[in-house]
């Protein structure tokens, strides 16, 4: 059974920074991507940045040069170091793995989220 678990939400003031963490573990076959999306209430799930295997990171525009997403492969964890926090990305945020079997066959898997508020 795949598991992914979140930490390091929380109450941080307008211009903050927080980094919120993400384990997986039950993982049987290859993880081709882990990535990080938020919800703000009354709002879709949006993705906030991706990375796959081999280092190719994708960001929406609005955390470019702020938000910063890394790997450890050998512990299937994955980071995102937020800085310059705006009010604005008070939400959830999700983590995401994107598992590939034998078989060439992509699943995906969501944490149950981590709260980040930003507010003074």
């Known amino acids: 059974q795949v598991q992914l678990v979140e930490s390091g939400g929380g109450l941080v003031q307008p211009g903050g920074s927080l980094r919120l963490s993400c384990a997986a573990s039950?993982?049987?076959?290859?993880?081709?991507?882990m990535g990080w999306y938020r919800q703000a209430p009354g709002k879709q799930r949006e993705l906030v940045a991706t990375m796959t295997n081999d280092g190719m990171t994708n960001y929406t525009d609005s955390v470019k040069g702020r938000f910063t997403i890394s790997r450890d492969n050998a512990k299937n964890t994955v980071y995102l170091q937020m800085y310059s926090l705006k009010p604005e990305e008070t939400a959830v945020y999700y983590c995401?793995?994107?598992?590939?079997?034998?078989?060439?066959?992509?699943?995906?898997?969501w944490g149950q989220g981590t709260q980040v508020t930003v507010s003074s």
């Open positions: 995401n793995a994107r598992i590939v079997d034998m078989f060439k066959r992509s699943y995906s898997y």
């Open positions: 039950g993982i049987r076959f290859s993880i081709n991507a």
